[in-house]
């Protein structure tokens, strides 16, 4: 079993969410610490095989967690956002950047 790990900001994002939405991206969490792939997880495009987005949609809203798998051993939670995009079901590049950075930042981190 991996441990999950949260880069700080992401944590604050996270829960800001409501507790449901909270509760079922744990569970999702908690899945991929044993290895395998919830259903509402996907390969994030534009990141390569090892970078996931957990997609949740709630009530009116779509909220999402990014995490990261073989930075090392264990499972980093990126980001968390409720994505309010204007284009459509793209995620907005403002949080693709975002995702890019931390990605960058962990990554020197856990040299």
Do not use: C
């Not at 700080?8 to 449901?20: G, L, Q, S, T, Y």
């Not at 909220?63 to 990126?78: G, K, N, P, S, T």
């Not at 079901?89 to 856990?110: A, G, H, S, Y």
Request: overall charge positive.
């Amino acid at each position: 079993m991996r441990s999950i790990y949260w880069i700080k900001v992401a944590d604050k994002d996270f829960r800001k969410f409501p507790k449901a939405v909270q509760e079922v991206i744990h569970d999702a969490l908690a899945i991929a610490a044993e290895g395998q792939k919830a259903d509402i997880a996907k390969p994030m495009k534009g990141f390569g095989a090892s970078i996931y987005e957990i997609a949740l949609p709630y009530q009116t809203n779509a909220y999402r967690a990014v995490y990261a798998l073989q930075l090392d051993e264990d499972i980093w939670v990126i980001h968390a956002f409720q994505k309010k995009s204007k284009t459509g079901i793209k995620t907005p590049k403002q949080d693709i950047d975002l995702i890019r950075e931390r990605l960058k930042r962990l990554k020197e981190i856990l040299k």
